[in-house]
C-alpha cells in the first residue's frame, strides 16, 4: 500500500494498531496494494465502531499482508466480534483486484504465485475458480 494511504490509517485509527517494536507492521507496513485500500479502511472504521461500544480494548491488528491471494489479518489476540468485521473484509477482498480495487479474481501464475487481480492486471495470470 502506497505511504500516503498507509500512513492515514494509521494517523487516523492508532488505537487499533500494535506500535510494538516486534510487531511487523511497524517494521513493514500494510504489505498489500493500493487495490484493497478502500476495503481496509472500511474494516478498520468497523473496528473502531465496535470498539466504542465495548468497556474493554480490542486485540491489537499486528500484521496485514496478502497471503495466497487473500487478505490475512494477524491480532495480538482472539475476538470473535473482531473476527467478523475482518472476515468480511476477507470476502471483499476475495473479488477485488488488489492493484486497482475493481472487480477481480483470484489467479495464479505459472511460479504458483496468487494473487487477487481484474483482466487488465491479470499479468498473463490464470483465472482460478473461487466460488
Request: glycine residues 6%; contains cysteine.
Amino acid at each position: 500500500m502506497n505511504r500516503t494511504q498507509q500512513d492515514y490509517l494509521f494517523r487516523s485509527f492508532p488505537e487499533l494498531f500494535d506500535a510494538a517494536n516486534d510487531a511487523p507492521i511497524t517494521q513493514w507496513g500494510i504489505e498489500v496494494q493500493d487495490g484493497w485500500y478502500v476495503i481496509i479502511a472500511q474494516m478498520c472504521s468497523d473496528l473502531e465502531a465496535l470498539q466504542r461500544t465495548r468497556q474493554s480494548a480490542l486485540p491489537k491488528i499486528r500484521q496485514v499482508k496478502a497471503k495466497y491471494g487473500q487478505l490475512t489479518v494477524y491480532l495480538s489476540a482472539r475476538d470473535e466480534a473482531v473476527d467478523t468485521i475482518i472476515g468480511a473484509a476477507i470476502e471483499s477482498c476475495k473479488r477485488t483486484c488488489e492493484i486497482c480495487g475493481a472487480r477481480g479474481t483470484l489467479r495464479c501464475t505459472r511460479n504458483r504465485w496468487y494473487f487477487v487481480a481484474c483482466s487488465q492486471h491479470a499479468d498473463g495470470a490464470a483465472s482460478i475458480n473461487n466460488s
